[in-house]
C-alpha cells in the first residue's frame, strides 16, 4: 500500500508556493494529529489575498505568479507535515496568521508531472489508485533529481544559455580553451587585458581594480576578423533575492551594534561578500545633511590597476556623475527607517524572551543576535524592502539601449546578446555588464551578471602570431590559508574542462597558499600538464644580490622548493610533474599595466619592456601549441579492491575529523571552531542552492579534495604491472589518466551526498533557532548529512557500506574505460 494516503487541498498560488519550498506554514481552522507525508493538491481557485501575500514574500510579480500556477485540481507536491502551532503568540514565520492553527510543512517536492485529482477540499483520504499514482511520480521525480536531471548547479544552466546565444569554438575549429587563476591583486585580470590587447585608459575591458573585481565568468574568443559579439546571462531573481535578505539582515546588524547610519546604508546597497554591490547599479544614497559634493575625490578614479602599482589616468567623460542617486537615496532612507524601527521592535521582544531562561551553548548576546536574525528576516519589512529594490533593480535594464533582451516568463531579464561591428561602439555597450568604475555607478549592471562572453578580433600590438584562442577569466583566489585548502567546486571542475591553465602569481610574494592549492589539486586530479606559470611584477623583485634577471629568476623559484618538498611528502609523483612544470612552463613579466607595443618602447626602462614581451609572446606561442601526449607500452597496473577501501575509510576520517573540529564536537588545534554565526550561514546558502560554500566552508570540497589525494596515492602503488613495469615517464601518464577518470566521477557523487540529496536537511539545520539551537545544527550537519552519507570508519573494523561500495563502483567503472584491472 501506498505511503501516502492523505491529501491536503489548498487555493492557487498556495499550492505552487508550497512545492517549490516557499511557504513553510499553511493557516488552518483547525489542528491534525497527522505527520508525516501528505499530497498537496492545487484547487479549483486561486486565492487574491494569498496571490498578493505571495508576490511580496518571493518577489514574483502577480502576473508572473499567475503564470506559473495554471494547475486546478492537480496534485502538484508531495510535502512533509512536521509539527502544528496552535499559540496564540508564535513566531512562524511572515506565512503564519495568528488567527488561524499553523500546519508546518518541509521537504516539498514539486512533482514533474501534476496528477489529476477529484474536487475536493481540505484535508481527505485519497483512494489507493490516487495514492499509488501520486507516489510513483513522486518517486520519479525523486529519482530523476538523484540522477542530475532536475539538479544541475544553476551556472551549468546559464553556461547552456551563453552557449545557444553564442558558441565557444573548440578544438575542431582549432581552439584552445585557457583559465586563468590567481589571487586577488596578482594582476590576473591586467595579464588579460595584455592578451587581448585593450588600451588601459580608454577601453578598460576587462576591468581591473585593487579589490575583488572578477566575480562572474568571463569568456573572450579572440577571433581573426568579423563583428565583435557579446552574450551576458544575469543571476536568478531567486538568487538575488537571497542577497537581498542577507544585505537587509547585515543592516539590521549593523543597526543592533549601533553602527553610524553611513554603516547601515552601505550594508543594504552592497553584500558583505563583496560580490554583489547594488551600489553599482542603483548608485549611492546621500546621507542626511551631507554635501555630495565633499564626498567625491578629485584625484581618485575607483578602477585602479589590479597590480597596485598606481592610478590609472582619468577616463573620458562619462554619461553620469558621481553624486547620490536621488531615487535610490530615497529608497535606501526609507529602508534605513524600517529597519531601525523592526531592530528595535523585534529587539524587545527577543529579550523578553530571553530573560530568566539559560542559555548554556552560548553567551546570552549570541543567543539574541541569533533570535533578532531570524525575526527580521521572517519580517514584513525584510520582505516589503527586497521587494522595492527587486523593482528598482528590475528599472535599470530600461536604461538598455542596444542589444536583444531576453526575459523570463516572470519578467525577470535572463541575458542580453548583441553583435557591432564598431570596436569601441561594443566596448562601451560591454562595458556596463562589467565596468566597476564610481562615475557610471546606478548605470551599470555589473552586480547581476554571472557570466560575460564576448568573440572579436582582439590582438596586442607585441603579438608575433595570431593566437586562437578562448580566455576564460573567473574570480580571483582568496589570500588566507583557510579559505584555499581546497578548491571550490566550479573551478574543480573548470580544470577538467579546459585546454591550458595560466596560473598568475606575484613573484614579489610567490607561492602562497592559493596558488599552491591549485597546483596540488591540478596534480592529482591529472590535470598538471596544463599548467602554465606567469610571474607578474618582475620589475619590483630588487635587492642588492640581485644583479641580473637570472639572478631574480632563481629568487622567485627558490620559494617554490619548500612547496615542492611538501608535495612531494603528501602526493609523491606530484612533486615531478609540477617541477617539470616550472622549468618548461614559466614565464616572468613586469610594467603590464602599461600598453606594451614595439613601436613605442618605454624609454626609462626598454629592456624589461622588451624582455616582458619577448616573455609574452613565449606564453602566447605555447599556449595555441597542440600537447603532445607521450607513448605509453601496453603494461597495465593492477590494484586490490582492499586498496581502494582503506584510501577511502582515509579519506571519510580526515573529512569527518577536520568537521568535527569545525563544528565545535572536537578539539582540534589545527583546526579551530568555526563561530556559530558561519555555519548558520553555510546551511542557509546550501539551503538556497545557489552555491555548496560559505567562505572558506566548504564541505563538498573538502571530501572532495580528500578522496582525491587519497586515491592519487593510492594509485601510485599498484600490486603489480599486466607486463614488463614501465619507467617513470610512462607511470607518470598512466597514473594521470586514472587519477582524472576516476576524480571526474567523484566530482559528481560528492556534489550528490553532500549538496543536493540532503538539501532539505540542510533547510532544517537552518530553520533551527531558540534555545540550544547552535549545538543541534552542528548535530544535524554531522549526524544527518555527513555521518549518513559518509560513515565514519571505526577502529580494526573492515570499512564496507554503500559509500565505499560506490566509489569500489566508479573505480571499476573507470578501469573498463581505460583497461587498468581490479582485484
Not at 571 to 588: K, P, T
Request: hydrophobic share 40%; aromatic share 6%.
Amino acid at each position: 500500500m501506498s505511503e501516502l494516503c492523505w491529501a491536503l487541498t489548498v487555493p492557487q498560488p498556495a499550492a505552487w508556493a508550497i512545492g517549490h519550498g516557499h511557504q513553510t506554514v499553511y493557516n488552518r481552522p483547525y489542528s491534525t494529529e497527522h505527520r508525516g507525508w501528505i499530497a498537496i493538491c492545487a484547487g479549483s481557485t486561486m486565492d487574491g489575498d494569498l496571490r498578493r501575500l505571495t508576490s511580496r514574500l518571493t518577489g514574483r510579480s502577480p502576473e508572473s505568479l499567475d503564470a506559473l500556477c495554471g494547475e486546478r485540481n492537480m496534485i502538484v507536491a508531495v510535502a512533509r507535515v512536521a509539527d502544528v502551532c496552535d499559540e496564540g503568540s508564535c513566531d512562524c514565520g511572515p506565512w503564519a496568521d495568528k488567527r488561524f492553527i499553523h500546519w508546518k510543512l518541509a521537504d516539498a517536492v514539486p512533482l514533474a508531472d501534476p496528477v489529476p485529482a477529484p474536487h475536493n477540499l481540505g484535508h481527505w483520504r485519497m483512494p489507493p489508485d490516487l495514492a499509488d499514482a501520486v507516489e510513483r511520480e513522486w518517486r520519479l521525480t525523486e529519482r530523476a533529481i538523484a540522477g542530475g536531471t532536475a539538479a544541475q548547479a544553476p551556472s551549468r544552466d546559464f553556461l547552456a544559455l551563453r552557449d545557444e546565444l553564442l558558441p565557444l569554438p573548440g578544438a575542431a575549429e582549432g581552439y584552445r580553451h585557457v583559465l586563468l587563476l590567481g589571487t586577488t591583486g596578482a594582476g590576473k585580470t591586467t595579464v588579460v587585458r595584455q592578451l587581448l590587447g585593450t588600451d588601459p585608459e580608454t577601453e578598460r575591458f576587462p576591468s581591473t581594480s585593487t579589490a575583488k573585481t572578477t566575480v562572474a565568468d568571463t569568456e573572450i574568443v579572440l577571433t581573426a576578423g568579423g563583428p565583435f559579439r557579446a552574450a551576458v546571462t544575469f543571476a536568478s531573481r531567486d538568487e538575488i533575492t537571497d542577497h537581498l535578505r542577507d544585505n537587509v539582515w547585515e543592516a539590521a546588524r549593523a543597526a543592533f551594534e549601533g553602527r553610524p547610519r553611513e554603516v547601515i546604508q552601505n550594508r543594504l546597497l552592497d553584500h558583505v561578500s563583496q560580490r554583489y554591490r547594488f551600489s553599482y547599479l542603483l548608485g549611492r544614497a546621500a546621507l542626511p545633511g551631507a554635501s555630495n559634493a565633499e564626498d567625491i575625490d578629485d584625484e581618485l578614479d575607483d578602477e585602479l590597476d589590479d597590480d597596485a602599482e598606481a592610478p590609472a589616468p582619468a577616463a573620458p567623460a562619462a554619461p553620469a556623475s558621481r553624486t547620490a542617486d536621488p531615487r535610490t537615496t530615497e529608497l535606501v532612507q526609507n529602508a534605513v527607517r524600517a529597519v531601525q524601527h523592526t531592530v528595535a521592535t523585534e529587539l524587545a521582544a527577543v529579550q523578553r524572551d530571553a530573560a530568566g531562561s539559560g542559555h548554556e551553548d552560548r553567551p546570552l548576546e549570541e543567543y539574541i543576535e541569533d533570535e533578532l536574525e531570524t525575526r527580521v528576516r521572517r519580517s514584513d519589512t525584510c520582505a516589503l524592502i527586497v521587494d522595492a529594490f527587486l523593482n528598482a533593480i528590475e528599472d535599470r535594464f530600461g536604461l538598455l539601449a542596444e542589444g536583444d533582451l531576453h526575459r523570463a516568463p516572470d519578467g525577470w531579464p535572463v541575458s542580453w546578446s548583441w553583435e557591432c561591428a564598431d570596436r569601441a561602439e561594443f566596448l562601451r555597450a560591454v562595458t556596463r555588464f562589467s565596468s566597476n568604475q564610481a562615475a557610471l555607478f546606478g548605470r551599470l549592471l555589473t552586480p547581476l551578471v554571472n557570466g560575460i562572453r564576448t568573440a572579436g578580433p582582439f590582438r596586442p600590438h607585441w603579438a608575433e602570431q595570431e593566437a586562437r584562442l578562448v580566455l576564460i577569466d573567473g574570480e580571483g583566489l582568496g589570500h588566507t590559508p583557510g579559505s584555499v585548502a581546497e578548491v571550490s567546486t566550479p573551478l574543480r571542475k573548470r580544470l577538467d574542462e579546459v585546454d591550458a591553465v595560466v596560473l598568475v602569481d606575484n613573484a614579489q610574494q610567490p607561492m602562497q597558499a592559493a596558488p599552491v592549492a591549485v597546483m596540488r589539486t591540478a596534480a592529482a586530479t591529472g590535470n598538471g600538464e596544463k599548467l602554465f606559470f606567469l610571474f607578474t611584477h618582475f620589475d619590483l623583485v630588487k635587492g642588492d644580490n640581485l644583479g641580473s634577471f637570472s639572478d631574480r629568476e632563481r629568487h622567485v623559484l627558490g620559494s617554490a622548493e619548500n612547496v615542492l618538498s611538501e608535495i612531494r611528502e603528501e602526493l609523491g609523483l606530484a612533486e615531478r610533474i609540477l617541477r617539470r612544470r616550472l622549468d618548461e612552463a614559466r614565464y616572468f613579466v613586469g610594467g603590464i599595466e602599461q600598453v606594451l607595443d614595439p613601436e613605442r618602447i618605454d624609454p626609462r626602462r626598454p629592456k624589461a619592456s622588451r624582455r616582458t614581451m619577448r616573455q609574452l609572446n613565449g606564453l602566447l606561442e605555447a599556449l595555441t601549441k597542440e600537447a603532445v601526449r607521450g607513448e605509453t607500452g601496453p603494461a597495465r597496473p593492477v590494484y586490490k579492491s582492499g586498496q581502494l577501501t582503506a584510501a577511502v575509510a582515509e579519506a571519510a576520517r580526515s573529512f569527518h575529523t577536520r568537521w568535527r573540529c569545525i563544528l565545535g564536537l572536537a578539539h582540534c588545534p589545527e583546526t579551530p571552531k568555526k563561530h556559530w554565526s558561519s555555519v548558520k550561514a553555510l546551511t542557509r546558502r546550501l539551503s538556497e542552492g545557489h552555491t555548496d560554500e560559505y567562505k572558506d566552508l566548504r564541505p563538498a570540497a573538502s571530501l572532495r579534495t580528500a578522496l582525491e589525494y587519497a586515491v592519487y596515492r593510492m594509485i601510485q602503488s599498484p600490486v603489480r604491472w599486466t607486463g614488463p613495469e614501465p619507467d617513470a615517464d610512462e607511470q607518470e601518464i598512466i597514473v594521470g589518466d586514472i587519477s582524472s577518470a576516476v576524480t571526474k566521477r567523484i566530482t559528481t557523487l560528492v556534489d550528490q551526498l553532500i549538496t543536493h540529496d540532503p538539501r532539505p536537511v540542510w533547510t532544517r539545520a537552518y530553520m533551527e533557532h531558540g534555545k540550544g539551537s547552535a549545538s543541534r545544527r552542528a548535530s544535524i550537519l554531522s549526524t544527518e548529512i555527513y555521518e549518513e552519507a559518509i560513515p565514519p570508519p571505526l577502529p580494526e573494523e573492515p570499512y564496507q557500506n554503500q559509500f565505499s561500495q560506490t566509489i569500489l563502483a566508479l573505480f571499476k567503472d573507470a578501469a573498463t574505460e581505460l583497461d587498468f584491472l581490479l582485484d
